[in-house]
């Protein structure tokens, strides 16, 4: 399984991006996502959690401005940005703890990353 980050890019301070992580293929069943950051020189940061139980966590930094989502229909993620801010720059990267086939283990799996740069 590969997943596949897209929907980054350069926007201004206040402005909104919408994040997407799709699965290359059909998904047994998909236990959490998760989106993280990377400013430069940093680490990876959790930025926000999707439980398959409905349950959210947002890091306190992006509370109340970014939404995490799923369609497991689609086998797909989303991370909705608003009212971003110069902070919010950096790689972002997709998570997922899933397994492949009814008869496959809970793997960890990771998309490549996606820029996004918040400046005036």
């Known amino acids: 399984v590969q997943l596949q980050a897209s929907g980054g890019g350069l926007v201004r301070p206040g402005g909104s991006l919408r994040l997407s992580c799709a699965a290359s293929e059909s998904i047994f069943s998909i236990n959490v996502v998760s989106w993280y950051r990377q400013a430069p020189g940093k680490q990876r940061d959790l930025v926000a959690t999707?439980?398959?139980?409905?349950?959210?966590y947002y890091a306190d930094y992006v509370k109340g401005r970014f939404a995490i989502s799923r369609d497991n229909a689609k086998n797909t993620m989303y991370l909705q940005m608003n009212s971003l801010k110069p902070e919010d720059t950096g790689v972002y990267y997709c998570?997922?703890?899933?397994?492949?086939?009814?008869?496959?283990?809970?793997?960890?799996?990771w998309g490549q990353g996606t820029q996004v740069t918040v400046s005036s």
């Open positions: 999707a439980t398959s139980g409905g349950g959210t």
């Open positions: 998570y997922a703890s899933l397994r492949r086939t009814w008869s496959s283990r809970k793997q960890d799996y």
